[in-house]
């Protein structure tokens, strides 16, 4: 092979090899806009949900807020509902110490009463 034929060969590979790095490198530029005017919508698409994010947010903080009422509440019914029951089991001690007083005075009536005795006895 003559000399020039080799430097031919050398120039037309190295041209060739130009032109593939420029389209890999035209190809890798389009790519990276598409992926830029992606990103660009993404964010956007996001900036627009993010109101409606914010809204449940504010529900959800809102129902813990009355939940925790609730459970105060629920708390406070509780104290007293226990509070009720001590007041009842009292009431129901001083009204059967009450009853047995009541029924020593008819025992004791009984003793006492000359025709109770006469009846017991027929």
Not at 6 to 17: D, G, L, M, N, R
Not at 26 to 41: F, G, P, T, V
Not at 64 to 85: F, I, M, N, V
Request: no cysteine.
């Amino acid at each position: 092979m003559a000399t020039s034929t080799i430097i031919v060969i050398i120039v037309v590979a190295v041209v060739v090899i130009l032109i593939i790095a420029a389209l890999i490198w035209m190809a890798m530029r389009k790519r990276r806009a598409r992926r830029r005017i992606e990103a660009a919508s993404i964010r956007d698409e996001a900036a627009g949900r993010q109101h409606q994010v914010g809204q449940r947010e504010a529900l959800a903080d809102e129902t813990a807020a009355r939940a925790r009422a609730a459970a105060a509440e629920a708390d406070a019914k509780k104290a007293r509902a226990a509070s009720l029951q001590q007041q009842a089991a009292a009431h129901r001690s001083e009204a059967a110490t009450s009853r047995d007083e009541l029924n020593h005075e008819f025992e004791r009536a009984d003793e006492i009463d000359p025709d109770e005795k006469r009846r017991g006895i027929t």
